[in-house]
């Protein structure tokens, strides 16, 4: 099976040795999104709402760059460096997301990359 590389300019460029995802077949696995402005690859603001916002505003720019939407995720992993936060995810994943919703994983890390608050990450299954 080819595998191709998923690439937007709607979202933060990599800063790293990585891909903004990658393809194989119907399969995308999609790298961790930060809460970076991709005009500016500055972070959004300091406010978290606002850093999980702007991540799941980065993830549907990758979704849509591979053929897909945020819906077609079947597997999200949410890096939190305070699980105080756990509601907040869950209403903000509410306004991006509607039943079925994808497997999940949320999980308190030490820090995450730029100071962020908080990282996202999945897998996105192509109709």
Same mark, same amino acid.
């Given at each position: 099976?080819?595998?191709?590389?998923?690439?937007?300019?709607?979202?933060?460029?990599?800063?790293?040795?990585?891909?903004?995802?990658?393809?194989?077949? /119907?399969?995308?696995? *999609?790298?961790?999104?930060?809460? *970076?402005?991709?005009?500016?690859?500055?972070?959004?603001?300091?406010?978290?709402?606002?850093?999980?916002?702007?991540?799941?505003?980065? *993830?549907?720019?990758?979704?849509?760059?591979?053929?897909?939407?945020?819906?077609?995720?079947?597997?999200?992993?949410?890096?939190?460096?305070? *699980?105080?936060?756990?509601?907040?995810?869950?209403?903000?994943?509410?306004?991006?997301?509607?039943?079925?919703?994808?497997?999940?994983?949320?999980?308190?890390?030490?820090?995450?990359? /730029?100071?962020?608050?908080?990282?996202?990450?999945?897998?996105?299954?192509?109709?």
């Amino acid at each position: 099976m080819s595998r191709s590389i998923i690439h937007t300019d709607n979202a933060p460029q990599a800063i790293g040795t990585y891909s903004q995802a990658v393809r194989v077949g /119907k399969t995308v696995y *999609l790298s961790g999104q930060i809460p *970076l402005r991709p005009d500016t690859m500055e972070m959004v603001s300091d406010n978290f709402e606002e850093q999980a916002q702007q991540v799941f505003s980065n *993830l549907k720019a990758v979704c849509e760059a591979a053929g897909g939407t945020i819906q077609d995720m079947v597997k999200v992993n949410i890096f939190l460096i305070d *699980l105080g936060n756990f509601a907040k995810v869950n209403e903000i994943m509410s306004q991006h997301f509607a039943a079925p919703f994808p497997a999940r994983a949320a999980i308190e890390v030490k820090g995450l990359p /730029k100071g962020s608050q908080i990282e996202i990450d999945g897998v996105l299954e192509l109709p």
